[in-house]
Structure formats: structure tokens, C-alpha cells
């Protein structure tokens, strides 16, 4: 048996003894059983970079309630975790650290740079991971991946060949998001959009062979270095007769031609614009249908390059805007500048401007994979929570741009294209695969394409990667399709409609869990269900950041409060699909829950010792012996909350079912279970009885420890293993609580809470009229109609002892007794006589501040009514609620009218 629970819960001597116990017994992991339901869940792989946010924590904490509780209703649960190599946060980082020492990362070479940034992994790329396991998360740490690691090398390699070989890879020359800072392209989801203050620019250019000028405006003026036409609209008459003629470009003296492309916006300023396709993506377009020359003014660095005058060459694009608006304005071909606010790209990851940029880069041919993965959401085989998420990703799928798969870093899965002398090349899984491709001969020297592939290109795989593919593994055929990804919205089209496509492509075919080839939607989904979680905000409603220092360290809360007081509260205070206003101080509800849990536990145990000495108590199934209103009713509540927990938390309303939780354990058992049992553990029951009553009462609480377990694990598994001896079981592996339907009894349940509203009644009466605890009081109750008078026969014994009632008379006068205080509950009215112990004028104060309160309740409730758009969407129940909520207000307002007319 364990030693006697301290007198305060300190979560430090308990999380880490408990989280210790469980990796030491392999508890998390998950093996195939075919005998068990799988139940799997992929941990969005957090960057190698990253440390845990409060974001992590809740996206974490969600996930680990979810398994928790599957493993526990005996699913096979796997929650699979794992770390993202993050291309390019990773070389940033790494490349910091280097300029710490004078060195860049071409000082070290490719070969030696990269070994340098799998040392900095080995050093600091475990540090989310220990600080996830702070939190209590329980993964199968065994299952843990890496993106780079052999395995999903080898299936990001399968993956790109299959595709190259199939069409969906191409290599083309395409209007990129070019980041000169990092000198890599980035994908249209990796740029960061933001209103900014700018300028707008308008140009004079001269028309070729007349005096007229053609005036076009541009936010970019240094972009005109490159320009090769002007276009306007062939539907413009204004310029119809100068379609085919040319305008010559200042500063530059090249012919642009005059062309007619529908893109133009004739009522858009002058109806007149500027052609440069290797500098924006639209004349990109333009310039591909009239067969325009494609001019880069760029380096990769940013900076103008040799197709520019000289006078611009080898200067940062920011200097270059300056000098040719300067030399425009100086020769006469600026026409004006207007303050212009517009919406500026930048580097998801260092915030420097993008740059539109001509380039040579690899692409997916995104259509074909994103027809299967639009119709599997379309027709809720795969389900997104909150629904809404469901129209953002059919506009995003159904608009979708091939993907640029291309970045020009080090750090990352190299992409496996293989280049023969000649030029020609083929991708392949390796140098012996691309030469055969290739037709050569084992000698023949092969160079590898240089760039590396953008890191969502292994995380679309992850579903399926960290099961064993390419190859046919018993975990794939187990574990895929998973269950439920929990992840924020602001990587649906990153990851989530990525993994769709890719599972839906590369699970085709494969054997299944009967062994027979995948062919349904059904078994080619990566999974069943989609959680997107809220954004956490400070208590003002600000995005948490470091910049404004309202960002806690999860660590430092977890110190302060304990990793379940944490849970606790962020599962308490996450609304499906709402954000979530959080602030450190706000952990005091999870603390106080776990103290009153504790102080709850401490009492049985206590009296277990008592009654039992140091013998041990068979808790595995419920005594029925002795049971009495108390334990009917807890048991109804028990059962009922239960069904309420599990239906709440299958529809991923968290907070609800956490609210469940506190609901019974704090009110119901708390409160008034344990103080109930009281009355017959200290009164004058026999001893056999009294040790029925309190194993059933220890009963009671294994199984709200059991149901409190997947969201507060460390608090349950402490005071789990203090009730019986457990022979080495965890709380974690035991079953989860199931509703049994004979326990459930709604009337005794409305008997016991208007029971509970007249205790509380008369303990308000005591303590506003200053009676003492000691004194007894008799109470005079005139009854509702409807109202049983048998209710106060049957808890007689309750309101004796919790509200020290030493008699109760039933009136059936209409006249309120004299010189009493009094309430009305569901209608019924009590009276306390007080025998010329109260000062009228401050019972009359009392009952006016009571109307008071409850006109306002009146009043609330009737603009909640009024309101249209609550009336339409409430359910009716909750409608039909709320009525009745208003007529009981009114009755009670007026019965204390009647009751404070009558101190007059």
C-alpha cells in the first residue's frame, strides 16, 4: 500500500515520479492487435527550431485528452510523434551560429555545413520533445520520426520519382516568390501577406514617332528596367489606333510594343500598364500569350544585375528605386506620386519583402491531386471541426496553383534528379537507378540536382511515411487510415489538404486492413476527422507574441501551477472554433480543482483508515447494499455525466466536456455527496454499514478519477493508486467509465437538486441574519403547486443535519408568518421565524435587493428572447428554457413583493 496522501497536493512531487513510471512500464506504446479497434493520431511534427508555446500546449493537450480516452475505452490507441527538420528556420539558425564565429556557411562547403546542422539537431532538436513530456503527453515515444531520418527519406524519394515518372513533377520557368535574404523560392503559403504605405509612381512613356506619351503607374518603379511591352484593353477605344505601334522606355531608350491583352482593367487609372514578365506573375501570363521577351533585372541577392544600364548595376533594389525615380523626375517623365496603401509579401520566416522573380524551380501539378482530396471533404469522409474550415478549403482547392517544390538552401532532402553529361537528366531513387534510366554505362559520372525540396514535401507524407512506407508494413495496414488530426487553421492548405492528396494518391493500391488493395475513399483518407484549434490570446484579445511580451513560457506556468492545472484550464477555456483569452492567473481554476480533488480524497482515505484499519477495500465493483436517496442520486449523476463527457468530447466540444468533469466532481461529489456521507459516517449506523457506505462512496470516486484521467493524468494516477491496492496497474490502462442506464433516475435527481436549493436557501437565511451555526432553526415551507410534500419527509434526515432544520411545518394559509425571513425555491416559499432575532428594516433591505437582482435577470432574459437570431438558431430546448427561466422570475419577484409588503 502507498503512504498517506501529504495534507497539500504538490503536483512537483507527483508529475514527473508518474510520467518516470510510465515510459519505465512502455505504457504509451501501441502495438497491432487485431483483436482492438485502432485508434491513431499523428502529432503535428513540430519544427527541430521550436520550443513549446501555449499554442503547442493546447494543440497538445487536446490530442492527448483524445487518446487518453480511447486507450482507456480500449482502443488500440498509437499517438505517433515526431519532429520536422524545418529547412529553412533550421539553416537560419544554424548560419546565426556560425556568424558567431566570422564563418559562413560557403566557408564550410555543402558536405561539411550539413554535418553541422545535424550536430546542431543532435544538440537542440530534442528540446520541444522533453518539454511536450512535461506536459504529460503520452506518445508512443518509441514510434517518435524525424522528416529526414532513412525511413522517410526513402519515402520522400518514392514519392518524387513516382511523380516525375507520372508527369505530376515538372521543371519550368515560372514567376516565383523569391526571398533574397535566404536566396530561395518560397510557395504562395509561405509568404505572409500585410497592408503596407507606399507610393504609386506615374510614368510618361514616350510613343514612338509622336508627341503623345503612354502613362502607366506602378508601385515598383525599378521593375520598369525590365519591361518589354504596354498593354491596354481591346475593347478601349481610346487606344485602339496605337495597338501595334511602340513606346520607347526612359532611362533605357528600348521599343516596347503596344499590345491588347483583356487582363488590362480599362477603368484602372489611365487604362494603360507597364509589361514586365520576369517581375510579376500576371505579366508573366501576358507575356506567355503574346511571346514577349523575358527580362530578369535581378540577382538572387536583390540586387540589379547586368540587364540594367550600367548606372543601376550591382545596387540593392531599394537604392535602385530611389536613383530611377530621381533620374525619371530629372528628365521629365514623372508625371506625379500619390500615397498608395497596398498589401506587401514577406517571408513567412525572416520578414524581408518578397521579390516576383523569373527562375527556374521544380513543380506539382497540384489539379489532379486536388479532385479526389475536394470530393472526400465534399462528401464528409473527412470531416472538419468547426464545419465552416470547409468552405475556406473548397475555395483554396478549387483555385489551386501548381506547387513550387524547388528552394535553393542546403539543409534538406536534396531532390533526386540526375544529370548525364550531356544535359539530360531523369529522377531516380539513386545513381545507379538514374543511369539505367538514362541509358549509361556504370562509369558514367552523374551530378545531382543542387536544390533541396521545401519541408511540407515530407510532411504531406507524414500520415503514411512514419508507418513503414514505401515498403508493406503491418503498421500501415493497422494505423492508416488515422483518426483525428488536431492542428491550427493557419496550415490547412501547408499540411492538412496536402496530406489529403498525398495519402489519397499513394495509398491506392496498398493493402489495406483485411490485406485486400485499397481502393475507397474510405481506407485512402490519412484521416477520419479534423480538430482545427483557436488562437490563444492574452486577456485583452491580443495575439501572443514575444514582441509584446504577453507570450508566458509554458515551463514557467507548469512550475507555478502543475502541468495538470494547466491541462485543465486550457481545455476549460477552449470553445470549439472560438479563440481562446488566457492569462497565467487563470490556472487558479485548474489548481483549486486539483486541491479540491485532493481534499476529497484525503477524507475517504482518512476514514478508510478508520474503518478498516490497514486492511485493503475491494473497490473493483459497486456495493448496492445500504444504498439510500444519496447514493441513487450521486449514482444517476454519475451515470448520467458519463454519457454527457463522451457525447461532448466525441463532437470535440473540449470545454463542455470539461466543464462535465467539474460539474461532478467539484458540485456533485464535492460539495454534496461527501457531505452527505458525512451524516452517516458519523452518525449512529452500525460499523458494517457505515464501511458499505464509504467503499461505495470510494467506488464512486475510482471511477470520476478514471473519467478525469485523459485531462488531468498525473492528479488521478496519484490518488488512483492511494484508493486500493492496484498491483502494479495504471489509471491509464484501466476502462473508462461506462453508462449503465439502471442507475439513471431523472426524479430522484430533481428531488435531490430542489433538495440542494433549500439547504442553500436556508444557509443564505443563517448567514445574512447572523443565526449561529450551532442554533438549530425551524422552518415553515408553503408548498408550489405540483410540489410533493413527501420531498421533505424523504430528506428529512438532510436538511437536519446540513441545515441544522430542527422541525419543518407545512402552511397552508396564505398569510406569511410574522417576523420571518424568507425564500421562495421553484416557486415554494420558506420560512425561517427568527423570534425577534432580526432587525426588520434589514430583511426589508434584503428582499428589495433581491427584486432588484432579479429584475434584472428579467430584463436580461427578455432581450435575450427578443433578439430574433437567438430565437432561430437556439435549439428549441434551450429557447423553451430560457421561457421558463422568465415566468419563474416572475412568480418569485412577485411572491417577494407580497413577503416585503408585509414588513411594511
Not at 153 to 175: C, H, N, P, T, W
Not at 427 to 436: F, G, V
Not at 464 to 484: A, C, E, Q, V
Not at 836 to 847: P, S, T
Amino acid at each position: 500500500m502507498m503512504q498517506e496522501l501529504p495534507k497539500a497536493y504538490n503536483p512537483k512531487d507527483v508529475e514527473d515520479k508518474w510520467y518516470e513510471y510510465w515510459e519505465a512500464r512502455n505504457l504509451f506504446h501501441a502495438t497491432v492487435n487485431n483483436d482492438r479497434t485502432p485508434f491513431t493520431v499523428v502529432i503535428p511534427p513540430p519544427n527541430i527550431t521550436g520550443i513549446l508555446t501555449m499554442g503547442h500546449v493546447l494543440n497538445n493537450t487536446i490530442q492527448d485528452v483524445l487518446v487518453r480516452w480511447k486507450r482507456m475505452q480500449g482502443f488500440e490507441a498509437c499517438w505517433v510523434p515526431g519532429t520536422d527538420h524545418a529547412g529553412i528556420a533550421t539553416q537560419n539558425a544554424v548560419e546565426k551560429a556560425l556568424a558567431k564565429d566570422g564563418l559562413k556557411r560557403h566557408d564550410l562547403g555543402r558536405e561539411k555545413f550539413v554535418e553541422r546542422v545535424w550536430q546542431w539537431k543532435e544538440q537542440y532538436g530534442g528540446t520541444i520533445i522533453k518539454q511536450l513530456k512535461k506536459l504529460g503527453t503520452s506518445c508512443d515515444w518509441e514510434r517518435q520520426r524525424f522528416t529526414m531520418d532513412e525511413g522517410l527519406s526513402d519515402a520522400v524519394k518514392e514519392v518524387f520519382v513516382r511523380m516525375f515518372d507520372k508527369g505530376l513533377i515538372y521543371r519550368g520557368k515560372y514567376i516565383v516568390n523569391w526571398c533574397p535574404f535566404h536566396q530561395t523560392a518560397l510557395s504562395d503559403d509561405e509568404v505572409d501577406h500585410s497592408e503596407s504605405n507606399g507610393n504609386l509612381w506615374h510614368i510618361r512613356y514616350p510613343i514612338e514617332g509622336t508627341n503623345e506619351f503612354a502613362i502607366v503607374a506602378t508601385t515598383r518603379p525599378e521593375t520598369m528596367l525590365g519591361d518589354t511591352a504596354i498593354a491596354v484593353n481591346p475593347r478601349d477605344a481610346r487606344y485602339k489606333l496605337l495597338v501595334g505601334k511602340h513606346a520607347v522606355l526612359p532611362l533605357v531608350g528600348r521599343k516596347l510594343r503596344i499590345i491588347a491583352d483583356d487582363y488590362v482593367d480599362e477603368t484602372f487609372g489611365t487604362g494603360m500598364v507597364k509589361v514586365t514578365p520576369a517581375h510579376d506573375p500576371n505579366d508573366f501570363l501576358i507575356g506567355q500569350r503574346h511571346n514577349l521577351e523575358q527580362i530578369n533585372i535581378l540577382d538572387e541577392k536583390g540586387f540589379l544585375n547586368t540587364s540594367v544600364p550600367h548606372q543601376y548595376a550591382g545596387i540593392d533594389r531599394f537604392q535602385a528605386r530611389k536613383k530611377v525615380v530621381q533620374d525619371l523626375e530629372e528628365q521629365g517623365f514623372l508625371v506625379k506620386v500619390e500615397p498608395y496603401t497596398h498589401n506587401v509579401g514577406k517571408c513567412y520566416r525572416c520578414h524581408t519583402v518578397i521579390e516576383p522573380y523569373l527562375s527556374d524551380q521544380w513543380f506539382v501539378r497540384m489539379k489532379p491531386l486536388a479532385e479526389p482530396a475536394l470530393r472526400v471533404v465534399r462528401e464528409g469522409k473527412v470531416r472538419f471541426h468547426p464545419q465552416r474550415w470547409e468552405k475556406v478549403y473548397d475555395h483554396w482547392m478549387t483555385n489551386i496553383r501548381d506547387w513550387c517544390i524547388s528552394r535553393q538552401i542546403w539543409w534538406g532532402h536534396r531532390i533526386p534528379v540526375y544529370y548525364a553529361p550531356d544535359g539530360t537528366s531523369t529522377a531516380a531513387r539513386n545513381e545507379d537507378e538514374a543511369r539505367k534510366k538514362l541509358g549509361l554505362d556504370s562509369s558514367a559520372k552523374l551530378r545531382q540536382d543542387e536544390d533541396v525540396l521545401d519541408t511540407w514535401f515530407s510532411s504531406w507524407l507524414w500520415p503514411f511515411s512514419i508507418l513503414g512506407w514505401p515498403h508493406d508494413h503491418k503498421d500501415l495496414r493497422y494505423f492508416n487510415p488515422t483518426d483525428t488530426l488536431v492542428t491550427g487553421p493557419d496550415i490547412i492548405f501547408f499540411w492538412v489538404a496536402r496530406m489529403i492528396m498525398a495519402n489519397m494518391e499513394f495509398m491506392q493500391g496498398e493493402p489495406g486492413h483485411d490485406g485486400h488493395p485499397r481502393t475507397t475513399d474510405e481506407d485512402l483518407v490519412p484521416f477520419k476527422d479534423v480538430y482545427f484549434t483557436s488562437i490563444i490570446r492574452d486577456a485583452e484579445g491580443r495575439k501572443m507574441s514575444k514582441s509584446l511580451g504577453n507570450s508566458p513560457d509554458p515551463l514557467d506556468v507548469i512550475d507555478q501551477y502543475g502541468a495538470d492545472a494547466l491541462r485543465f484550464t486550457i481545455a476549460f477555456l477552449s470553445p470549439l472554433g472560438q479563440d481562446v483569452l488566457f492569462s497565467n492567473d487563470k490556472c487558479e481554476i485548474g489548481r483549486n480543482f486539483a486541491n479540491k480533488i485532493w481534499n476529497a480524497g484525503r477524507f475517504l482515505l482518512m476514514n478508510k483508515a478508520e474503518l478498516f484499519g490497514s486492511g485493503d477495500v475491494d473497490i473493483l465493483s459497486l456495493p448496492e447494499a445500504h444504498l439510500d436517496l444519496a447514493d441513487r442520486w450521486i449514482l444517476s449523476r454519475l451515470h448520467h455525466s458519463i454519457g454527457h463527457f463522451n457525447s461532448t468530447l466525441g463532437e470535440y466540444h473540449l470545454n463542455e466536456s470539461s466543464k462535465v468533469l467539474y460539474d461532478f466532481i467539484w458540485h456533485d461529489f464535492c460539495d454534496w455527496y461527501v457531505e452527505l456521507v458525512k451524516t452517516r459516517l458519523y452518525g449512529e449506523e452500525p460499523a458494517e454499514t457505515k464501511k458499505v457506505v464509504l467503499t461505495r462512496a470510494l467506488w464512486v470516486f475510482d471511477q470520476a478519477l478514471r473519467l478525469l484521467h485523459p485531462v488531468m493524468p498525473f492528479l488521478t494516477e496519484e490518488l488512483w493508486q492511494h484508493l486500493t491496492d492496484r498491483n502494479g496497474q495504471s489509471v491509464m490502462r484501466t476502462a473508462f467509465p461506462t453508462v449503465d442506464e439502471r442507475w439513471i433516475d431523472q426524479k430522484t435527481e430533481d428531488e435531490m437538486s430542489f433538495v440542494q436549493n433549500v439547504i442553500n436557501a436556508l444557509r443564505n437565511i443563517r448567514g445574512e441574519n447572523n443565526i449561529a451555526p450551532s442554533k438549530e432553526i425551524a422552518v415553515q415551507v408553503r408548498l408550489a403547486e405540483g410540489t410533493n410534500e413527501k420531498i421533505f419527509q424523504t430528506y428529512d434526515k438532510y436538511l437536519s443535519k446540513l441545515a441544522r432544520v430542527s422541525g419543518i411545518e407545512m402552511l397552508t394559509s396564505s398569510a406569511k408568518p410574522k417576523r420571518a425571513s424568507s425564500a421562495v425555491v421553484d416557486g415554494s416559499e420558506i420560512f425561517v421565524p427568527l423570534e425577534g432575532l432580526i432587525d426588520v428594516e434589514a430583511e426589508r433591505g434584503r428582499l428589495e435587493k433581491e427584486i432588484a437582482r432579479l429584475q434584472q435577470a428579467v430584463e436580461a432574459t427578455e432581450r435575450k428572447l427578443a433578439n430574433a437570431s437567438f430565437v432561430d438558431r437556439a435549439p428549441k430546448e434551450v429557447v423553451e428554457r430560457e421561457r421558463e427561466k422568465l415566468s419563474s422570475f416572475r412568480t418569485t419577484i412577485e411572491k417577494l413583493k407580497t413577503n416585503l409588503s408585509q414588513h411594511s
